[in-house]
């Protein structure tokens, strides 16, 4: 052979091992048109572009010279939510990667596609190391897959599904698949029916195929601070009253949080304002001058509700209080964890009342809380109105929303509970409001308010059948204690008679945020 001719064939190939691209579909549905011409074709572009947006790191290519050779989709999934009873479908979203739970612990297969002209070149075997090595990466217990057994048609009629793959294994029988999966390492955990029922040469049958992460490291469990599975949360419905001082006013909320942590609850939410009575303090009559004055007490308030917390073991959402910095007025929930730290949550949506007679701005940031209780979201009043926020935090993987309101009249309060239960089946969580009654007659634009506590869930059957968990009697100043159980909301995301979560369309839109993170 000259050297000529060895130069050819050492660039007869450039292959190039990366992540799939967008613009890589039509290279993508040429190779499935060409390898499943019997069983559907390719997906639409609507799927590629869901896998491709929902999880980019997982979805690996193969390309020689410019052009996909070979392709493998992945997604991560929390398998517990599954089980090995399982369908295509179902564990993949329909192929569109609803299902990704980025903080999941398994890697599941649900593509691989090698060019039949390239089969001898073992492209496969490096999009399965590809793979390994994500999954080491990103500390992952396994991979799975369901593996379809195509040679299966051949024995159907002497040889049962089991028998078939224990062939296979002693290599009596070869299976184009099956021998693959088995020669990289995977292992057969069993033998699923119905997997791909369109798969005729499988007979509808598959095989869940498993590969151990040796290096998997998991989180060291604790015994006295493990996740809890239930939350007991307290609202206080709050009587506006006056106070002739601050030392007044904390007193009242120490008799709150004192009488919510003998029932053990986790949380004591307050509602929005709750310190308004001490508006009734300003040296002026107008309201602008009050609300200001109001904010000169929320360092003092926010010191005491904060020891509170630490004495009586409770986390408190303490409602919302004015602020000022940098010369402007903002409207800030303080959660006054247990353990001491304090975190805050910015009303975003001043009301026109709030902007025209407090100059009052909205704040910049959203984020979740982590709690020892589960994770949760607080939004003020108004915000809640606004369903793009809610969805922003469900994606952060909120279970609890709080939401402290302070409304005047019933239809000023009905905005606000209608929308917090739309949120709650929206975003399948569960929603606790809470706010203020009684009045304030020295307080001028406050002197009344309307109000009743309550907490709604999802709307299917693991929940109540009109989705609320329970609620105070209007205008009475109360406290509301429920028990709400953390794991039907996981549960319901995979096994809802509806699936709000999973089957929302990524591939046609989404929800971003754009504002400042810091």
Same mark, same amino acid.
């Given at each position: 052979?000259?050297?000529?001719?060895?130069?050819?064939?050492? &660039?007869?190939?450039?292959?190039?091992?990366?992540?799939?691209?967008?613009?890589?579909?039509?290279?993508?549905?040429?190779?499935?048109?060409?390898?499943?011409?019997?069983?559907? @074709?390719?997906?639409?572009?609507?799927?590629?572009?869901?896998?491709?947006?929902?999880?980019?790191?997982?979805?690996?290519?193969?390309?020689?010279?410019?052009?996909?050779?070979?392709?493998?989709?992945?997604?991560?999934?929390?398998?517990?939510?599954?089980?090995?009873? +399982?369908?295509?479908?179902?564990? &993949? @979203?329909?192929?569109?990667?609803?299902?990704?739970?980025?903080?999941?612990?398994?890697?599941?297969?649900?593509?691989?596609?090698?060019?039949?002209?390239?089969?001898?070149?073992?492209?496969?075997?490096?999009?399965?190391?590809?793979?390994?090595?994500?999954?080491?990466?990103?500390?992952?217990?396994?991979? #799975?897959?369901?593996?379809?057994?195509?040679?299966?048609?051949?024995?159907?009629?002497?040889?049962?599904?089991?028998?078939?793959?224990?062939?296979?294994?002693?290599?009596?029988?070869?299976?184009?698949?099956? &021998?693959?999966?088995?020669?990289?390492?995977?292992?057969?955990?069993?033998?699923?029916?119905?997997?791909?029922?369109?798969?005729?040469?499988?007979?509808?049958?598959?095989?869940?195929?498993?590969?151990?992460? =040796?290096?998997?490291? $998991?989180?060291? $469990?604790?015994?006295?601070?493990?996740?809890?599975?239930?939350?007991?949360? @307290?609202?206080?419905?709050?009587?506006?009253?006056?106070?002739?001082?601050?030392?007044?006013?904390?007193?009242?909320?120490?008799?709150?949080?004192?009488?919510?942590?003998?029932?053990?609850?986790?949380?004591?939410?307050?509602?929005?304002?709750?310190?308004?009575?001490?508006?009734?303090?300003?040296?002026?009559?107008?309201?602008?001058?009050?609300?200001? +004055?109001?904010?000169?007490?929320?360092?003092?308030?926010?010191?005491?509700?904060? +020891?509170?917390?630490?004495?009586?073991?409770?986390?408190?959402?303490?409602?919302?209080?004015?602020?000022?910095?940098?010369?402007?007025?903002?409207?800030?929930?303080?959660?006054?964890?247990?353990?001491?730290?304090?975190?805050?949550?910015?009303?975003?949506? $001043?009301?026109?009342?709030?902007?025209?007679?407090?100059?009052?701005?909205?704040?910049?940031?959203?984020?979740?809380?982590?709690?020892?209780?589960?994770?949760?979201?607080?939004? =003020?009043?108004?915000?809640?109105?606004?369903?793009?926020?809610?969805?922003?935090?469900?994606?952060?993987? #909120?279970?609890?929303?709080?939401?402290?309101?302070?409304?005047?009249?019933?239809? @000023?309060?009905?905005?606000?509970?209608?929308?917090?239960?739309?949120?709650?089946?929206?975003?399948?969580?569960?929603?606790?409001?809470?706010?203020?009654?009684?009045?304030? $007659?020295?307080?001028?634009?406050?002197?009344?308010?309307?109000?009743?506590?309550?907490?709604?869930?999802?709307?299917?059957?693991?929940?109540?059948?009109?989705?609320?968990?329970?609620?105070?009697?209007?205008?009475?100043?109360?406290?509301?204690?429920?028990?709400?159980?953390?794991?039907?909301?996981?549960?319901?995301?995979?096994?809802?008679?509806?699936?709000?979560?999973?089957?929302?369309?990524?591939?046609?839109?989404?929800?971003?945020?754009?504002?400042?993170?810091?």
């Amino acid at each position: 052979m000259s050297q000529d001719q060895t130069q050819i064939e050492e &660039t007869e190939h450039h292959l190039d091992l990366r992540n799939l691209r967008l613009d890589d579909y039509n290279d993508v549905k040429a190779l499935m048109d060409k390898v499943y011409a019997n069983v559907g @074709g390719a997906w639409p572009y609507s799927n590629y572009k869901a896998q491709v947006t929902t999880f980019p790191e997982g979805q690996i290519c193969i390309e020689d010279k410019g052009k996909v050779v070979a392709f493998a989709i992945s997604v991560i999934v929390d398998y517990d939510q599954f089980g090995d009873k +399982h369908s295509y479908d179902e564990i &993949t @979203g329909d192929a569109y990667l609803t299902t990704h739970d980025p903080n999941g612990d398994v890697l599941y297969g649900v593509e691989v596609i090698v060019c039949p002209e390239y089969r001898g070149l073992r492209l496969g075997r490096r999009l399965y190391e590809a793979r390994k090595e994500l999954c080491r990466n990103l500390n992952l217990k396994s991979i #799975m897959a369901g593996g379809r057994i195509p040679n299966y048609r051949n024995y159907a009629d002497e040889l049962s599904p089991y028998e078939y793959i224990e062939q296979v294994k002693l290599k009596d029988i070869y299976d184009p698949i099956l &021998t693959f999966q088995l020669s990289n390492g995977f292992e057969v955990k069993q033998v699923m029916t119905a997997y791909l029922p369109e798969d005729e040469a499988s007979k509808g049958y598959a095989t869940l195929l498993q590969w151990h992460n =040796i290096y998997y490291e $998991p989180g060291t $469990p604790s015994l006295i601070a493990s996740r809890k599975s239930s939350a007991r949360i @307290g609202c206080i419905q709050w009587q506006m009253r006056y106070f002739n001082n601050v030392e007044e006013l904390l007193q009242q909320v120490e008799y709150f949080v004192d009488a919510l942590s003998d029932y053990s609850c986790d949380v004591a939410l307050f509602p929005e304002f709750f310190n308004a009575p001490l508006m009734g303090l300003s040296p002026s009559d107008s309201s602008i001058d009050a609300i200001w +004055h109001l904010a000169t007490y929320t360092d003092e308030i926010l010191t005491a509700v904060s +020891h509170l917390a630490v004495s009586y073991n409770i986390t408190i959402i303490a409602g919302s209080m004015p602020v000022v910095e940098d010369e402007q007025l903002y409207n800030v929930s303080y959660i006054c964890k247990r353990d001491g730290t304090i975190e805050s949550q910015y009303k975003l949506h $001043p009301t026109p009342h709030e902007k025209e007679d407090w100059i009052m701005k909205g704040g910049n940031s959203l984020k979740t809380f982590d709690t020892d209780f589960g994770k949760i979201g607080v939004l =003020i009043c108004y915000d809640v109105e606004f369903p793009e926020l809610a969805r922003i935090l469900s994606d952060q993987e #909120m279970q609890i929303l709080f939401v402290p309101f302070w409304t005047d009249t019933k239809n @000023g309060y009905l905005r606000v509970r209608r929308c917090a239960q739309a949120r709650a089946i929206e975003n399948e969580c569960y929603v606790a409001i809470a706010g203020s009654v009684g009045n304030l $007659p020295k307080v001028d634009n406050v002197d009344i308010q309307y109000g009743q506590t309550a907490v709604f869930s999802p709307s299917d059957f693991a929940f109540p059948h009109d989705a609320i968990v329970s609620e105070t009697t209007p205008n009475t100043e109360m406290t509301l204690i429920v028990d709400l159980d953390l794991d039907k909301l996981t549960k319901l995301q995979n096994e809802g008679s509806v699936r709000n979560y999973l089957d929302r369309r990524r591939d046609l839109y989404r929800v971003e945020w754009i504002g400042d993170k810091n």
